[in-house]
């Protein structure tokens, strides 16, 4: 099926005009050469937690990609706990497969474990697994596949500066947990203070206590901070799938409430808040599909000892405006012929 969707493009671009994002046929901008499919593999997804709209996007991608270049797939979830990050990489490894994907949780967090996976010698490739994008990550990772998060950080604090004037009043929602989420939070904070705006608190809470955190959180803080709190920014959209109701409990509007802005992954539920104006304006979004394809490219690399390509991908600014000229389309999938460029590569 055709998916509509974005064009990705620069920072200034996606900000110009309120950031409203363009749509359009694009050409594939990643690799156009590489090893074609390494044939009868078996690999593993080890997810962070498929409850995250991020990294269940990047999985989806990853099960697309699998079927076309040929190989065996199993998926294990880490279900949001560290210790269940460790238990899942100790069964990946049990598999003995001929390549890992580390889906979406801090290499640092999880070292012992992935040691034992180097020393394994099982190629491994990942999906936000610490801020260094590209090749020869950090925990020895062949690639890790991003967006730039710092763009994407960027954009969300401008968006709300350029939303609320020199009024802003934000509150930020991180996850100290994940190095790359106290990096994206930490920018946002510098841009929006670099642009007059006012940080109002810095909160740290985990993605994964999401459901049973933020309700509590979101009254404190209208209690503390009342009509100065204008602009939610979070590292996540997970985080606004339990604030609207909340706000919604206590008589305040989404159009009266904080307007609440996401600095990635652009999930299914906040396509759906967003188009529907309800308790979530903007998110910056990554292709999450593509980057499932990417994953499978760089690991058919990583197994056949070639080069990491080095791809990076772009990300969209997501908003309702924008959404309204894509028809019922809730996922940032670009439109442009990156199944069929792999497809090339891989000689299917």
């Known amino acids: 099926m055709l998916k509509r969707t974005f064009m990705a493009v620069s920072t200034a671009a996606l900000l110009s005009g309120l950031g409203v994002p363009a749509f359009a046929e694009t050409p594939f901008d990643g690799p156009t050469s590489g090893p074609t499919a390494a044939g009868g593999k078996s690999i593993v997804v080890v997810a962070g937690d498929l409850k995250n709209g991020g ?77 260094k994008i590209g ?6 990772i062949f690639a890790n596949v991003s967006t730039d998060a710092m763009t994407v ?36 904070k510098e841009t929006i203070e670099a642009m007059g705006g006012t940080v109002l608190e810095y909160v740290d809470t985990p993605i994964a206590d999401t459901s049973s955190r933020m309700g509590p959180l979101t009254t404190s803080l ?10 939610a920014l979070a590292i996540n959209d997970l985080y606004f799938d339990f604030m609207g109701p909340a706000l919604a409990s206590v008589g305040i509007s989404s159009k009266d409430g904080p307007q609440a802005g996401s600095a990635g992954d652009g999930s299914e539920a906040a396509f759906q808040r967003i188009r ?48 309204a000229k894509l028809g019922d389309t809730n996922e940032f999938d670009p439109d442009s012929p990156y199944r069929e460029a792999y497809t090339a590569i891989w000689g299917k």
């Not at 065996?72 to 003995?96: C, E, F, H």
């Not at 090749?135 to 020895?140: E, K, L, S, T």
Request: negative net charge.
């Open 135 to 140: 090749c020869d990550a950090p925990g020895g």
């Open 222 to 231: 209208l209690q503390k901070y009342g009509d100065q709190w204008t602009h």
């Open 55 to 131: 990294i269940l996007g990047v999985t989806n991608g990853v099960e697309e990609a699998v079927g076309t270049i040929g190989w065996d797939l199993r998926v294990l979830d880490g279900a949001g706990s560290i210790q269940g990050r460790t238990a899942a990489i100790g069964q990946a490894l049990a598999l003995n497969p001929d390549g890992i994907i580390i889906n979406g949780f801090d290499a640092v967090e999880q070292q012992a474990a992935l040691e034992g996976v180097v020393g394994a010698g099982i190629p491994m490739v990942a999906w936000h697994s610490g801020p």
């Open 276 to 323: 529907s104006g309800n308790y979530q304006t903007i998110t910056v979004a990554e292709p999450l599909n593509l980057q499932g394809w990417q994953l499978v490219d760089e690991l058919n690399r990583a197994i056949q000892g070639e080069a990491c390509s080095g791809y990076v991908t772009s990300p969209a600014l997501v908003t309702q405006e924008g959404l």
């Open 153 to 188: 950080s960027e954009v969300a604090a401008e968006w709300a500066i350029k939303d609320a004037g020199d009024g802003v009043g934000a509150i930020i929602f991180t996850d100290s947990t994940y190095q790359i989420a106290i990096d994206k939070a930490d920018r946002i």
